[in-house]
């Protein structure tokens, strides 16, 4: 089971119909992680719409892989749902928490949202929420990365660049300026180490990747690809 961090990053601007019904609903965003758990297929019944989650809550087999908690004590990757007719969701809503913004609004991701289909973040009221739940598969997961793990994965793209790096560790709930003062003293760290030569020596050895990986990587850990790849060529002379 991949983790809230990992699904976030998966399904993010994609757009989710896994029930073939009214094209991509809230719902099968939620649905989704429901069948990465184990879940199977499955209906909401009732009224069809995310309020059932809660209402439907026992009888849709959900509390087996699902915890009932408080807002109060709600956490990344934890699953909001709203009643029908809340301040901005007028047909409920079902969407995943990431963080609090401010009083009385949380930041989540969620599909069919602000105008777009497709799976994206933004800022909703806590008006209308009926109902907070954690996956047990999550639980039990450490979906948390230490600030020197971010920082390397930060160091080799995975996280992108400028703003793009910004927002996305922010909306993980990383605090992002500790992160890239860490990146920052590792770079430093590497620009002082490595020679180019030694750097030649572990790009031939495969160890930064080929192409516009190796090119995008070397950049990332502020080294000079050109540089870089003129000491291989004399290498492998």
């Known amino acids: 089971m991949i983790s809230a961090e990992e699904f976030r990053n998966k399904y993010i601007g994609k757009v989710i119909d896994v029930d073939g019904a009214y ?26 719409y995310a309020e059932e989650i809660v209402k439907r ?36 809503h079902v969407a995943m928490f990431e963080r609090m913004d401010g009083i009385n609004r949380i930041i989540v991701l969620g599909q069919n949202q602000f105008g777009k289909s497709y799976a994206n973040e933004g800022s909703l009221s806590t008006h209308g929420i009926i109902g907070v739940l954690r996956l047990k598969a999550w639980s039990s997961q450490s979906t948390r990365k230490t600030n020197d793990e971010l920082a390397q994965e930060v160091i080799e793209g995975l996280w992108g660049n400028g703003s793009e790096r910004k927002s996305r560790l922010i909306s993980a709930g990383y605090d992002y300026e500790v992160i890239q003062k860490l990146v920052n003293q590792k770079l430093n760290q590497n620009s002082n180490q490595k020679t180019v030569e030694k750097l030649a020596e572990e790009v031939i050895a495969g ?3 080929n192409g516009q990986e190796r090119i995008q990587r070397l950049k990332a850990a502020g080294f000079q690809p050109s540089v870089v790849q003129t000491k291989v060529n004399q290498l492998l002379k």
């Not at 809230?26 to 499955?42: E, H, T």
């Open 23 to 48: 094209g991509a609903q809230c719902v099968d965003l939620f649905k989704q992680v429901c069948y990465l758990a184990g879940m199977k297929p499955f209906s909401l019944g009732g009224s069809g």
């Open 57 to 92: 809550y026992k009888p849709l087999g959900l509390d087996v892989y699902f915890t009932l908690v408080s807002l109060s004590n709600a956490q990344y990757g934890d699953w909001i749902i709203w009643s029908k007719g809340s301040h901005d969701c007028a047909d409920s």
């Open 207 to 209: 160890k930064w990747g």
